[in-house]
């Protein structure tokens, strides 16, 4: 599997998420910098650019995706919706006809809205969604049980099956129409 895994976290969930399915997949991880979280009171602006949908300027920024087959597209949820330093990557990667999994990860699992909005964001960028997961993250709530980095990175190992499957069934469609056995 030629895997291509791109992340943004805000509080390290979602990276300890994207190690677990590299782990289980032997994909490569790419971490998004937002510049706006090395300023002070950067992450109040970060959650006010997500809510008002917005982009912003990522730190030293590689959108090469050419040499994968496929790639997974991780992001927090916050407000609803993901987060901007992800809506820039899928603005500025060359993803046309790239086959492409969502991944939302929050602090519920019903993120539906934000990963229409990232589906609907790939599918314009001309990229092939083959489908989308969820994974359960930080809650951002200082009462709340924080699950351990073990934790989260067997989550990923899990979601590595729903991310093969994914990706599986489209390759036997295409190999078919091409005219080669499946």
């Known amino acids: 599997m030629n895997l ?18 590299a782990q289980a997949t032997g ?31 990522l730190v030293d920024p590689d959108y090469t995706v050419e040499p994968y087959e496929q790639v997974v597209i991780m992001t927090p949820i916050w407000i609803g919706r993901p987060t901007p330093a992800v809506m820039t990557f899928i603005s500025n990667a060359h993803l046309r006809d790239k086959k492409t999994f969502v991944v939302a990860v929050g602090g519920t699992a019903a993120n539906s809205g934000a990963i229409a909005r990232l589906e609907k964001r790939l599918t314009a960028r001309g990229a092939f969604v083959v489908g989308h997961g969820e994974a359960l993250g930080y809650i951002p709530d200082p009462k709340a049980v924080r699950p351990s980095d ?32 499946a």
């Open 4 to 21: 291509l895994i791109v992340y943004y976290t805000g509080e390290g969930s979602t990276r300890q998420i994207a190690r677990g399915l």
């Open 27 to 57: 994909g490569t991880v790419r971490e998004l910098v937002d510049s706006r979280r090395m300023e002070n009171g950067g992450m109040f602006r970060t959650v006010l650019a997500t809510l008002l949908g917005l982009e912003t300027t």
């Open 150 to 181: 073990e934790e989260l990175a067997a989550e990923g190992i899990l979601l590595a099956q729903t991310v093969r499957q994914a990706f599986e069934p489209q390759s036997r469609s295409q190999a078919t129409s091409a005219g080669t056995p």
